[in-house]
């Protein structure tokens, strides 16, 4: 069984072109070329976003209140496995410990993502999973071919249909992205940190 797991990270969020204010979490094969889109909420989009760039929010969301309820009492999670794919939708587990008992408990897959970024849980699938919904990406910039897409095609980012933003100046990021973060939009402020990381990387 442990030969069949294949070990994921979380590569990004994108907005969902399947379903209307959905996104799609981008999970990355470890040291692979697949990569897996798991249909998401909002909420949890949000949820991941704001971990994903780092953001303390002023006061807990749900998964931080999870996470500091678990370490209270000296239960700590060990991973996360997506284990089923099925009309659709992953099925995923937690396996927790307290040092002596281990538990499995069910979970949605954005959930189980939300708080193993917390806690630095490695997160596995199935190969049977990854080759069944896993696409590969074109990441060889050095590649002739003329079908290959630009070198950003690895990135992915919720902004890149928003040419708007990417053309503001680093400044005017900087200042929006305060804003943004005050105001507790942690969906929007993940989204113009990662246009700022991309132009600050292109000076």
Do not use: C, W
């Not at 999670?77 to 995923?92: A, N, P, W």
Request: aromatic fraction near 8%; avoid cysteine; glycine fraction near 4%.
């Amino acid at each position: 069984m442990a030969t069949d797991r294949v070990r994921l990270k979380v590569l990004g969020i994108s907005y969902s072109q399947i379903q209307t204010g959905a996104y799609a979490l981008i999970l990355a094969q470890v040291d692979g070329p697949y990569r897996i889109p798991v249909v998401i909420g909002a909420a949890e989009a949000q949820s991941i976003a704001i971990r994903m760039e780092s953001i303390t929010p002023p006061r807990p969301m749900t998964h931080d209140l999870f996470v500091s309820f678990a370490h209270a009492f000296g239960v700590k999670l060990k991973e996360v496995f997506i284990y089923k794919f099925e009309d659709g939708v992953f099925s995923s587990e937690l396996t927790f410990t307290d040092g002596e008992r281990q538990v499995k408990i069910d979970s949605r897959t954005s959930d189980a993502i939300a708080i193993a970024m917390r806690t630095g849980t490695p997160i596995y699938t199935t190969r049977e999973i990854l080759n069944e919904t896993g696409f590969v990406m074109e990441i060889q910039p050095g590649e002739d071919d003329d079908d290959t897409q630009d070198s950003d095609t690895e990135e992915i980012s919720p902004v890149d249909r928003e040419p708007k933003l990417e053309n503001y100046a680093i400044e005017e990021l900087e200042r929006t992205l305060e804003k943004l973060i005050s105001e507790e939009q942690y969906e929007e402020a993940a989204k113009v940190s990662e246009i700022l990381k991309r132009k600050r990387n292109n000076q």
